[in-house]
T-cell receptor, first 109, second 116 residues
Framework: RKEVEQDPGPFNVPEGATVAFNCTYSNSASQSFFWYRQDCRKEPKLLMSVYSSGNEDGRFTAQLNRASQYISLLIRDSKLSDSATYLCVVTLPSYTLTFGKGTMLLVSP | DGGITQSPKYLFRKEGQNVTLSCEQNLNHDAMYWYRQDPGQGLRLIYYSQIVNDFQKGDIAEGYSVSREKKESFPLTVTSAQKNPTAFYLC???????????????FGPGTRLTVL
């Protein structure tokens, strides 16, 4: 089983739509969780960390479910500029980040 | 402006040649990392360093070498022993050391290496 799994998409949505991505991780000892955004041919950029209580940043809401070992990202009122690949990232104790392959989002006018 | 710089942005080399990719940061971060990204693949860790003069192998270190003589700099050498060197190489840094809780990493713009 892969350490971090994501649906590669693409998710095609119209502007203004709400879209959600899930990501599952295999190691129950995973301790930190993030969503990164990567534009085509650019470097990943931190979107938000994901905490046990869930957290929100503007139109973006992230949730963590440790029992089921998944994290989610909800984007409300999608903008054209939200089009990108969203990377799910987890860390294990005493180790570095493990990246999923990403979910592609395409927002159309 | 604080940040991470990588140079060059694009690099072309002939097969069998060693090549060194530059990574510099002025964020005063202790930890630095090198990743490789292939099309349709997740990032894979090559090497990381938590302090000056110390570095650790990541998941795919074979055919690569690094040095960390200064806190600000973490160059990566792609040697002729690396069988498939063509890829997008990303350098990152973090305030906390590798493995720390919520250790956010920040990335440079990357170097696209093509071996002909």
């Amino acid at each position: 089983r892969k350490e971090v799994e994501q649906d590669p998409g693409p998710f095609n949505v119209p502007e203004g739509a709400t879209v959600a991505f899930n990501c599952t991780y295999s190691n129950s000892a995973s301790q930190s969780f993030f969503w990164y955004r990567q534009d085509c041919r650019k470097e990943p950029k931190l979107l938000m960390s994901v905490y046990s209580s869930g957290n929100e940043d503007g139109r973006f809401t992230a949730q963590l479910n440790r029992a089921s070992q998944y994290i989610s990202l909800l984007i409300r009122d999608s903008k054209l500029s939200d089009s990108a690949t969203y990377l799910c990232v987890v860390t294990l104790p005493s180790y570095t980040l493990t990246f999923g392959k990403g979910t592609m989002l395409l927002v159309s006018p | 402006d604080g940040g991470i710089t990588q140079s060059p942005k694009y690099l072309f080399r002939k097969e069998g040649q060693n090549v060194t990719l530059s990574c510099e940061q002025n964020l005063n971060h202790d930890a630095m990392y090198w990743y490789r990204q292939d099309p349709g693949q997740g990032l894979r860790l090559i090497y990381y360093s938590q302090i000056v003069n110390d570095f650790q192998k990541g998941d795919i270190a074979e055919g690569y070498s690094v040095s960390r003589e200064k806190k600000e700099s973490f160059p990566l050498t792609v040697t002729s022993a690396q069988k498939n060197p063509t890829a997008f190489y990303l350098c990152a840094s973090s305030i906390k050391g590798a493995g720390a809780l919520y250790n956010e990493q920040f990335f440079g713009p990357g170097t696209r290496l093509t071996v002909l």
